[in-house]
């Protein structure tokens, strides 16, 4: 057992026994005994039951300290014995190092405290890596802090070294782990089975457990003491009002007690010479009786007398005995209800001490309790308005949250016209490389068209040089045919020949120069026409190409008039060989034809290729123009949701002056509240002073009254005295008046000795 409960014990045994004490013992008053054997009883009891409690004490004491020392067969025993109680394990436990990984001890904290630790949380395979057990052992040990910490309401003082256990192997500090996890059991909400587990275990391990949890429990009451440090103190200011003057009282109580033990013995030792005397003369009385004389019946009249008088004075005894006995009982009555009165006295200063208590506590913490006041009384007072202001703070709730929403939606809408801006940027700048590069598309396609125009008049002009050549063909066909013709005719025809010859050559000068007009003509206006060289060049070459025709053909013409003059002079035999020239050249004509062809083709595959770059361009400027057509829809619509912000935000705006307006009334509100509240404080301030000078009048009552009942006790233990003497009188045989003078007297029990001498003799 512990201290606390020894304390218990005695105040428990004090309480039953003494009843009438006029001493304190542990802040319990008690009253007086019926006798002065009681007393000595009593205190006997109170010093055998201290001299066992200091021996309990030291034997716990011994016993607590050894505890940490026990052997390791001792503690596997306790912890194999009480584990073995959980059920199925994940490994078996045969000595206390099995212990150190924490895997086992995991299993059995979850199964104590399931709702403060989980065994998942611990590592399995730390059977070789300290960290890890260590980690596993601070895991358990904080669940351990917060089931103490949480459902007892103090945190353990038992720190436990788990580095210590995994380093060094220190069994001592496993044994603290072990201690508090056993305290758990015992005060875990399922303690009945662990208790009843440990009840059906050896004698040994329940003799080890029960040392523990002794030492636990006194731990935990030693922790619980120092929480309920306000109730103790009550009781210690309570037992304070009692025991500060207990050591004087016991003082002045331990002298009259003496006193009146040396009176007892004075009057017990008269008392018991006055019994000698009348043993005595009764013997004489005896010894008298068997002669009657008149000496005798003289003696008999004079006892006849004194025994009236006896009887007179004993009936003025029993009836100042009886007046006596009432006012005892008057007394008793009266001690009753001052202990009534005092008792009610004391629940009213343990109140008024409760109450100082709580006073400091809540000077302590004011603030918060007047913040929290100011809330309770706001709403008590205010509760219509607060509805009111609840109904509108709903209302402008939903109007925010829908301006929220709005503000939200526009928020989005506005990140979307941002992206929005910024896809009409580049749209912006794609439309504009889009329009530059139609504008080139144009100035390209008008170019093309220019070029197309010319290269269809080339084509024309080309196909009319083909008539022409054709026609040319066919007059040289004409004229070769003549020439044969003419051959015939060799010198008569001559003159005549040379003079067409001339004429030939007069008509392909005048054609010739008729195509280099045209083809100078159209070169110039293909040049201020056309705006790119490329063309020019090409148009230079076939210029340069029909030029060559040209001096190919004035050459031929060249040599053809020689040819006829030579035909002229030598007289006639061209014949076959210019037959063969002319076919040469006319073949080259047909091959020049079939390249003019060949050009023709490529001209035509160009216009082609134009075209379809033209078609593209179109295609171009259709997706330009719908894209141009998108943007300004987009911009239409950032126009729409800017509009839409700046309404929203009107709307805002609107809200938060409602909203400021709503707060500036709740303030003054608030601060009319608070104003209230600070009068009620300073009311309950004085109401406190009030009940503060109640109670010193209080506990000035209650001293008096203290005072009172022991002047009160002291009366009592006098008339109680007095009473044991007029009993113990009362006792001593009386003479029968009814019957002769001369009948045996019974005799004083014990061997004649008073009831105090028996109590002394007793004691000793």
Known sequence: MCPDADEAVTDQLLANSLRSLPILNHGKSFVMPNSLSEVTQTQDLVTHHRVVTKKNELTISSEIDGLLHLNDCVWLNYDSSDISTFGSLSKPCTKLSDLNDGIILSEVVEHIIPHYFDSSSIKKEAENNDFLKISNLKKINTALDEFFQNELGFSSEVEVDTAAIIRDGNEAELVKLLQLILGTAIECENKVEYIQSIMQLDAASQRVLMDVIQEVMALHQKQRGNISHDRTMDTTSRSDIHT??????????????????????????????????????????????????????????????????????????????????????????????????????????????????????????????????????????????????????????????????????????????????????????????????????????????????????????????????????????????????????????????????????????????????????????????????????????????????????????????????????????????EVSELRASLSVLTQEQTALQQTMVRLEAENRRIAEDNNVLLREKQKTEETMTQLKSAQDEVKTLQAEKVKLEGYLRTAKNMIKTERTKVDGEVEKVQKKNEENIVALKAQLKEKETLLALKEQAIEESRKASLHEQKLMSTAVYELGLELQRLRVPKPDIGTSPRTEATPPPSGGQSLLAQKRSGKK
């Open 244 to 577: 500060g003057p207990s050591s004087a009282d016991y003082e002045k109580l331990q002298h009259e007690y003496s006193s009146l033990a040396a009176e007892n013995a004075q009057l017990s030792s008269e008392k018991e010479a006055l019994v000698v005397m009348m043993t005595e003369m009764e013997n004489q009385m005896n010894q008298l009786t068997a002669q009657p004389t008149v000496v005798e019946k003289k003696n008999d009249v004079d006892s006849a007398e004194v025994i009236s008088k006896k009887n007179a004075e004993n009936e003025k005894l029993l009836i100042h005995n009886h007046s006596l006995q009432q006012e005892l009982e008057e007394r008793e009555n009266l001690i009753v209800e001052m202990k009534k009165r005092q008792d009610e006295l004391m629940r009213q200063a343990s109140d008024a001490r409760s109450l100082r208590d709580e006073v400091d506590l809540l000077r302590e913490k004011a603030a918060s309790v007047e913040e929290l006041e100011d809330r309770l009384k706001k709403v008590k007072k205010k509760a219509d308005a607060v509805d009111d202001l609840k109904k509108q703070l709903k209302a402008v709730e939903e109007q925010s949250e829908l301006y929220l929403k709005r503000s939200l939606d526009l928020e989005e809408s506005a990140k979307k016209a941002t992206s929005y801006k910024t896809q009409v940027d580049t749209y912006k700048e794609q439309n504009v490389n889009l329009t530059a590069e139609i504008n080139s598309l144009k100035l390209s396609e008008e170019k093309k068209d220019k070029q197309l125009q010319s290269l269809q008049m080339q084509v024309n002009q080309h196909n009319e040089q083909t008539k022409r050549r054709q026609s040319t063909i066919e007059s040289l066909q004409k004229e070769v045919e003549h020439l044969r013709q003419s051959s015939e005719e060799k010198l008569m025809e001559s003159h005549i020949s040379g003079n067409d010859s001339m004429m030939i050559g007069g008509v392909t000068d005048l054609n010739v120069k008729e195509k280099l007009i045209r083809l100078e003509a159209e070169n110039n206006r293909l040049k201020e026409g056309a705006g790119g060289a490329e063309q020019v060049v090409q148009l230079e070459n076939k210029i340069d190409d029909l030029q060559r025709l040209v001096n190919k053909y004035s050459k031929h013409n060249e040599e053809l008039k020689q040819r006829l003059a030579e035909q002229n002079d030598a007289g006639g035999e061209v014949n076959s060989a």
